[in-house]
């Protein structure tokens, strides 16, 4: 009956992990598939369609792609306050951390990595417990670093035209951020030290002696692609939303 039990749960877990990778998958085919037209005919936002500063607009969270500023709206520097209303909705009062937590503990329960842990409930839940303290280390290490140097810690939507300019400008946001003046770049260190970091602190109680600095590597690799498809998803996330809006009618 236990067995029976555990074989369920993992077909179960299965059937999750292909879900969430085909969803992943859907998002970008309809970025490439629908937008590619779409996008070369908008027009860029106007000085003069330039909304005012608001806490909607400085301090908005998505549950999918994290902080952002949309495009209508002016990258205003935020202050240690704001810094850490932001930080709270990014780490404990919007569902996304939590629903980045459950992919990866999926993943990590199919794989049965580590294998010490098993496949079955004990073994999901040492996973679970280990994704999501990951996960706030690294929005803990990222938003203080950021908070000390004064770097821009949310992705700002592309005020350009057409889909590979957007696109462009989303990867490379994932790799060079503003400063406190908001006009001058650099490096987006915080977001790699902060994944790096996260990564070595919870494999020091993974099991198999695994190499500290590796598991910071892969951490902070994983953060490379990750953060570069959710910039893409941000970016195109109107867009993708009026679509779907559309088809349903």
């Known amino acids: 009956m236990r067995n029976t039990s555990k074989l369920t749960f993992r077909r179960s877990l299965l059937w999750l992990n292909g879900l969430f990778a085909a969803a992943y998958r859907w998002r970008c085919c309809l970025v490439v598939v629908f937008f590619v037209p779409a996008c070369r005919a908008q027009v860029g936002a106007s000085p003069g369609s330039i909304e005012p500063a608001t806490a909607q607009n400085q301090l908005a969270v998505n549950w999918l792609y994290g902080a952002y500023i949309p495009k209508d709206a002016p990258i205003v520097a935020l202050d240690g306050k704001e810094r850490y209303r932001l930080f709270i909705r990014q780490s404990f009062t919007t569902p996304g951390i939590y629903i980045k937590t459950g992919f990866f503990t999926i993943h ?131 867009e993708i939303t009026r679509k779907l809006k559309k088809h349903k009618k």
Not at 110 to 130: I, Q
Not at 185 to 203: D, E, H, K, N, W
């Open 108 to 238: 990590d329960q199919v794989r049965n990595s580590p294998p010490e842990w098993g496949d079955g409930f004990e073994g999901f839940a040492k996973r679970l417990g280990t994704r999501q303290t990951q996960f706030l280390l690294q929005n803990s290490f990222t938003s203080l670093g950021n908070a000390m140097v004064g770097w821009e810690p949310r992705y700002d939507r592309c005020k350009c035209d057409g889909f590979w300019p957007r696109t462009r400008h989303a990867i490379v946001r994932n790799f060079v951020t503003y400063d406190r003046s908001e006009k001058h770049l650099r490096p987006q260190l915080m977001p790699y030290v902060g994944s790096f970091g996260a990564g070595v602190i919870t494999a020091t109680w993974q099991p198999g002696n695994p190499d500290y600095l590796v598991k910071g590597y892969q951490s902070a690799v994983t953060q490379a692609w990750v953060g570069s498809l959710i910039n893409v998803l941000g970016e195109f996330a109107p």
